[in-house]
């Protein structure tokens, strides 16, 4: 049974963001909480934490691109981008979405995971773009409506993401299937496993994007207002 | 040859900026906090790598209680007005798009001109980090290309950046810190102990439903863990490979590529990825910071389904 204390991490975890408590503080004192009921002692956690923390700085180098982002922002670029969506006549807010989606899924098919992301293209470009092209179509939104659409701006970035970059032999996470299988010995090339990846990029591209055309169906048909 | 040391003394530059500019930032009762947190990061970024495990675990604690106690502000500082933008929009024109291209364009072409060309021979950038140098790379570009053509004031760039940092806060390390749980789950064996209970509830002789926990196993874990990488090896040890592949003939190839973007449907589910689900929400400054989780779910779940009838048809 005490094999089973190393799990009241998970447990402080899920409570944790449940009760919106500080998600850093959540997030330490699972740490710890796992550390010691896994036998390490104080010192060992903290210094594991510390190391796994000190490794993982890659992730966070990304915030370099906000003063460009932010300098871009003070000369009108969200403006700019919105009013570039209001004089394309075609443009809705399903489409432009979609072939962010398409555009997203490719670059990353091709290693490019880097090219786009939430900071640099979602909040300066995609986002302030939608927004305006679902305006364009539904009129003024509401709130929640408004929220709905940059939400949903952000999660096709993600899903553009995620179901494009396991296409690339070389990403990460071909190569720990990779390595995990040949542990085991079975021994598998990376093109392999990447052509793989296809069949649920299709999916994902047909499931998300006709969620994506839909949406824009439905926003203006909730309150039955505007774009008549 | 430039290394990712290269990219966090960039940062630590940043930060260092930003936490200065922040103690100076009178308008803002929290200033002192703010700077303290940011200063932490940049020390992190410049001297985390000579730093003890310890020392840096530390560190991580500090800039946790700065953020547990409330201490981190949001400071404002003074930028342009929403008429002023609507008015330099329309005086700068469509041209404010190149600048932000730099950015993508010079990771893009600069990533394909080096795997693909000889210019990758000379070994010039560490190939592990090759797209992230160049995004680097982009934004000091970007950054020249604005200040001589916008001619901000000299402030204007940290001032700026600053100001969307702290519009993101403590959501900013975040991501950093569930990675670092992560190793500390590792460590303990928290993996191998949900394996096992993931391993335990295999009936026998139906493929289907192996094929249903197995997916259903990647996507839970990597709920919990905010990480398919996490998940994959655990899972892959439990069901994977001694029951799909070895018990029941599965191609490995497909079980191992589709099983790990079943878990990607996971990361999809969970705020405990949070670079990709909660920091985007304090960047777009939703007001729920699950509003991207909630647009993603109804993509995620009928995506499961897909994976799990994909390997059932295509690996047996």
């Given at each position: 049974m005490s094999e089973y204390l190393v799990l009241s991490g998970v447990l402080i975890v899920i409570v944790g963001f449940a009760l919106r408590l500080n998600p850093l503080l959540v997030v330490t004192l699972a740490a710890l909480a796992t550390g010691l009921l896994g036998g390490l002692d104080f010192v060992a956690v903290i210094s594991a934490f510390g190391a796994a923390f000190n490794d993982n700085r890659y992730i966070s180098v990304v915030w370099i691109v906000l003063p460009v982002i932010g300098l871009l922002e003070r000369y009108g670029l969200q403006q700019r981008a919105r009013s570039l969506i209001e004089q394309i006549r075609s443009a809705t807010m399903g489409r432009l979405l979609l072939l962010y989606l398409l555009f997203r899924q490719i670059t990353a098919a091709l290693g490019l995971t880097s090219v786009a992301g939430h900071a640099q293209t979602v909040r300066p470009l995609v986002a302030p773009m939608a927004e305006a092209a679902a305006e364009k179509t539904h009129g003024e939104l509401e709130e929640d409506e408004r929220e709905q659409v940059l939400g949903m701006s952000a999660a096709t970035d993600n899903i553009g993401l995620f179901f494009g970059e396991d296409i690339f032999v070389a990403i990460a996470s071909i190569l720990l299937i990779q390595g995990v299988f040949q542990s085991y010995g079975y021994e598998l090339t990376p093109l392999q496993l990447s052509v793989w990846a296809i069949p649920t990029a299709i999916c994902a591209f047909i499931i998300h994007g006709s969620r994506l055309l839909w949406f824009d169906k439905r926003l203006g048909r909730s309150s039955g207002r505007a774009g008549q | 040859?430039?290394?990712?040391?290269?990219?966090?003394?960039?940062?630590?530059?940043?930060?260092?900026?930003?936490?200065?500019?922040?103690?100076?930032?009178?308008?803002?009762?929290?200033?002192?906090?703010?700077?303290?947190?940011?200063?932490?990061?940049?020390?992190?970024?410049?001297?985390?790598?000579?730093?003890?495990?310890?020392?840096?675990?530390?560190?991580?604690?500090?800039?946790?209680?700065?953020?547990?106690?409330?201490?981190?502000?949001?400071?404002?500082?003074?930028?342009?007005?929403?008429?002023?933008?609507?008015?330099?929009?329309?005086?700068?024109?469509?041209?404010?798009?190149?600048?932000?291209?730099?950015?993508?364009?010079?990771?893009?072409?600069?990533?394909?001109?080096?795997?693909?060309?000889?210019?990758?021979?000379?070994?010039?950038?560490?190939?592990?980090?090759?797209?992230?140098?160049?995004?680097?790379?982009?934004?000091l570009i970007a950054l020249i290309v604005c200040v001589a053509w916008l001619r901000p004031p000299l402030l204007a760039p940290i001032e700026e950046g600053r100001r969307l940092m702290d519009s993101i806060g403590w959501a900013a390390v975040l991501p950093q810190m569930l990675a670092a749980l992560g190793a500390v789950f590792a460590l303990a064996g928290v993996g191998d102990v949900i394996g096992g209970i993931a391993g335990g509830v295999i009936p026998d002789g139906n493929v289907f439903v192996a094929v249903l926990i197995f997916c259903l196993g990647m996507a839970l874990f990597t709920m919990i863990m905010g990480n398919a990488f996490a998940a994959f090896p655990v899972m892959a040890a439990a069901i994977g490979i001694p029951f799909l592949v070895i018990e029941y003939g599965g191609n490995p190839a497909i079980i191992g590529a589709i099983g790990m973007l079943a878990g990607f449907c996971g990361t999809l589910m969970t705020p405990m990825a949070a670079n990709f689900n909660i920091v985007p929400a304090a960047l777009l400054e939703l007001k729920s910071q699950y509003g991207v989780i909630r647009m993603q779910v109804a993509t995620a779940i009928p995506l499961l389904a897909c994976n799990i009838l994909l390997i059932y048809f295509l690996a047996f």
């Amino acid at each position: 049974m005490s094999e089973y204390l190393v799990l009241s991490g998970v447990l402080i975890v899920i409570v944790g963001f449940a009760l919106r408590l500080n998600p850093l503080l959540v997030v330490t004192l699972a740490a710890l909480a796992t550390g010691l009921l896994g036998g390490l002692d104080f010192v060992a956690v903290i210094s594991a934490f510390g190391a796994a923390f000190n490794d993982n700085r890659y992730i966070s180098v990304v915030w370099i691109v906000l003063p460009v982002i932010g300098l871009l922002e003070r000369y009108g670029l969200q403006q700019r981008a919105r009013s570039l969506i209001e004089q394309i006549r075609s443009a809705t807010m399903g489409r432009l979405l979609l072939l962010y989606l398409l555009f997203r899924q490719i670059t990353a098919a091709l290693g490019l995971t880097s090219v786009a992301g939430h900071a640099q293209t979602v909040r300066p470009l995609v986002a302030p773009m939608a927004e305006a092209a679902a305006e364009k179509t539904h009129g003024e939104l509401e709130e929640d409506e408004r929220e709905q659409v940059l939400g949903m701006s952000a999660a096709t970035d993600n899903i553009g993401l995620f179901f494009g970059e396991d296409i690339f032999v070389a990403i990460a996470s071909i190569l720990l299937i990779q390595g995990v299988f040949q542990s085991y010995g079975y021994e598998l090339t990376p093109l392999q496993l990447s052509v793989w990846a296809i069949p649920t990029a299709i999916c994902a591209f047909i499931i998300h994007g006709s969620r994506l055309l839909w949406f824009d169906k439905r926003l203006g048909r909730s309150s039955g207002r505007a774009g008549q | 040859m430039i290394t990712l040391d290269w990219l966090y003394i960039l940062a630590g530059i940043a930060f260092s900026l930003f936490s200065l500019l922040s103690a100076l930032d009178q308008a803002n009762g929290k200033r002192f906090g703010n700077a303290a947190f940011w200063g932490l990061l940049a020390i992190s970024f410049f001297f985390g790598g000579m730093l003890s495990d310890f020392a840096n675990g530390i560190l991580v604690l500090v800039l946790v209680g700065i953020a547990g106690i409330g201490w981190l502000g949001r400071s404002d500082p003074p930028t342009t007005s929403l008429e002023e933008r609507l008015g330099l929009s329309e005086k700068f024109g469509n041209r404010l798009f190149l600048p932000a291209l730099i950015i993508p364009i010079t990771a893009f072409a600069g990533t394909i001109l080096y795997n693909y060309t000889p210019i990758g021979d000379s070994g010039v950038f560490e190939t592990r980090w090759v797209t992230l140098i160049l995004l680097g790379l982009g934004v000091l570009i970007a950054l020249i290309v604005c200040v001589a053509w916008l001619r901000p004031p000299l402030l204007a760039p940290i001032e700026e950046g600053r100001r969307l940092m702290d519009s993101i806060g403590w959501a900013a390390v975040l991501p950093q810190m569930l990675a670092a749980l992560g190793a500390v789950f590792a460590l303990a064996g928290v993996g191998d102990v949900i394996g096992g209970i993931a391993g335990g509830v295999i009936p026998d002789g139906n493929v289907f439903v192996a094929v249903l926990i197995f997916c259903l196993g990647m996507a839970l874990f990597t709920m919990i863990m905010g990480n398919a990488f996490a998940a994959f090896p655990v899972m892959a040890a439990a069901i994977g490979i001694p029951f799909l592949v070895i018990e029941y003939g599965g191609n490995p190839a497909i079980i191992g590529a589709i099983g790990m973007l079943a878990g990607f449907c996971g990361t999809l589910m969970t705020p405990m990825a949070a670079n990709f689900n909660i920091v985007p929400a304090a960047l777009l400054e939703l007001k729920s910071q699950y509003g991207v989780i909630r647009m993603q779910v109804a993509t995620a779940i009928p995506l499961l389904a897909c994976n799990i009838l994909l390997i059932y048809f295509l690996a047996f």
